[in-house]
């Protein structure tokens, strides 16, 4: 079974960065895409950026050019920076996992909550 353990969420003002970390566990890393999905009260989850076993990356439109997705095999970690953050970022983040095979996410961790004053 995988366990995907979120950190690194707070409360930041526009403009300021963070890095968010998820550590993956239970199967192979490598077997899996990454993403970082979040959701903001009153909205739909979105996938805000995914990342496969070779690290190619896919950023939704609303944070490329800001949030860049990186992940370590050795550490079996994947990590969302953040930069230029603004309000309208301001959600509960999730980090997702889906094995190759398959289109659609099935593990997902517990939240961390990101909130970005203005």
């Given at each position: 079974?995988?366990?995907?353990v979120?950190?690194?969420?707070?409360?930041?003002?526009?403009?300021?960065?963070?890095?968010?970390?998820?550590?993956?566990?239970?199967?192979?890393?490598?077997?899996?895409?990454?993403?970082?999905?979040?959701?903001?009260?009153?909205?739909?989850?979105?996938?805000?950026?995914?990342?496969?076993?070779?690290?190619?990356?896919?950023?939704a439109?609303?944070?490329?050019?800001?949030?860049?997705?990186?992940?370590?095999?050795?550490?079996?970690?994947?990590?969302?920076?953040?930069?230029?953050?603004?309000?309208?970022?301001?959600?509960?983040?999730y980090?997702?996992?889906?094995?190759?095979?398959?289109?659609?996410?099935?593990?997902?961790?517990?939240?961390t909550?990101?909130?970005?004053?203005?």
């Amino acid at each position: 079974q995988v366990e995907l353990v979120e950190s690194g969420g707070g409360l930041v003002q526009a403009g300021d960065s963070l890095r968010l970390s998820c550590v993956f566990s239970g199967r192979t890393f490598s077997l899996y895409v990454m993403g970082w999905f979040r959701q903001a009260p009153g909205k739909e989850r979105e996938l805000v950026a995914q990342i496969t076993s070779g690290s190619s990356t896919y950023e939704a439109d609303s944070v490329k050019g800001r949030f860049t997705l990186s992940r370590d095999h050795a550490k079996n970690t994947v990590y969302l920076q953040m930069n230029s953050l603004k309000p309208e970022d301001t959600a509960i983040y999730y980090c997702a996992a889906k094995d190759i095979r398959t289109s659609t996410y099935d593990y997902w961790g517990q939240g961390t909550q990101v909130t970005v004053s203005s």
